[in-house]
């Protein structure tokens, strides 16, 4: 057997781009993602190559299936929204797996939907002639939604901060 190549550095693709590294054609390294992060698993052909147990996380990011440990094709892709904590620790587990076992090679291009509303609005004159900086423009519906834990154990979620165990009912 060859040894293999060194690792190739991508950059930036998207996940169209991504999909090419899926294993079909052995000429290519074998490429998956974890959270936006693109590692080389050519080593480990045996399981995520054709035929391997993992094979469908091939050429894709897998994020939400490792997450949620699911081999559903729904699951196959990156968005992580709506996962709860044990999922989101899951997945941490799989990423630092992947960052100590495999190398980085790109990163997975984000492709951010235009909506009618923020067409129209970028189109169509303002009437509005208060000045604001660009973090006073910004609205909840534009943020990204998110989960984090800190440390403390304090729950981020989509920008607000909730304490672990506190219901959002005893809130004042």
Same mark, same amino acid.
């Given at each position: 057997?060859?040894?293999?190549? =060194? #690792? %190739?550095?991508?950059?930036?693709? *998207? /996940?169209?781009?991504?999909?090419?590294?899926? @294993?079909?054609?052995?000429?290519? =390294?074998?490429?998956?993602?974890?959270?936006?992060?693109?590692?080389?698993?050519? $080593?480990?052909?045996?399981?995520?190559?054709? !035929? @391997? #147990?993992?094979?469908?996380?091939?050429? +894709?990011?897998? &994020?939400?299936?490792?997450?949620?440990?699911?081999?559903?094709?729904?699951?196959?892709?990156?968005?992580?929204? !709506?996962?709860?904590?044990? /999922?989101? /620790?899951?997945? $941490?587990?799989?990423?630092?797996?992947?960052?100590?076992?495999?190398?980085?090679?790109? *990163?997975? +291009?984000?492709?951010? =939907?235009?909506?009618?509303?923020? *067409?129209? /609005?970028?189109?169509? #004159?303002?009437? $509005?002639? *208060?000045?604001? !900086? #660009? %973090?006073?423009?910004? +609205?909840?519906?534009?943020? =990204?939604?998110?989960?984090? +834990?800190?440390?403390?154990?304090?729950? %981020?979620? !989509?920008?607000?901060?909730?304490?672990?165990?506190?219901?959002?009912? &005893?809130?004042?």
């Amino acid at each position: 057997m060859e040894p293999l190549p =060194p #690792p %190739v550095q991508l950059g930036e693709i *998207t /996940e169209e781009e991504l999909s090419a590294y899926d @294993g079909s054609d052995s000429k290519k =390294p074998l490429l998956m993602a974890i959270k936006g992060q693109i590692y080389d698993v050519t $080593q480990s052909r045996m399981f995520y190559g054709p !035929g @391997g #147990p993992y094979a469908l996380f091939a050429g +894709k990011d897998a &994020s939400r299936a490792l997450a949620k440990m699911s081999f559903e094709q729904k699951d196959l892709t990156g968005d992580i929204s !709506g996962l709860g904590p044990f /999922e989101l /620790e899951a997945l $941490q587990d799989w990423e630092y797996k992947f960052m100590s076992k495999y190398v980085k090679v790109g *990163t997975v +291009k984000k492709t951010v =939907p235009v909506t009618e509303a923020s *067409t129209s /609005e970028a189109t169509e #004159p303002s009437t $509005q002639t *208060t000045e604001r !900086g #660009p %973090v006073e423009d910004l +609205k909840e519906e534009d943020t =990204p939604a998110f989960h984090a +834990k800190s440390e403390e154990g304090a729950s %981020v979620e !989509g920008g607000e901060v909730k304490e672990v165990g506190v219901a959002e009912d &005893s809130k004042e």
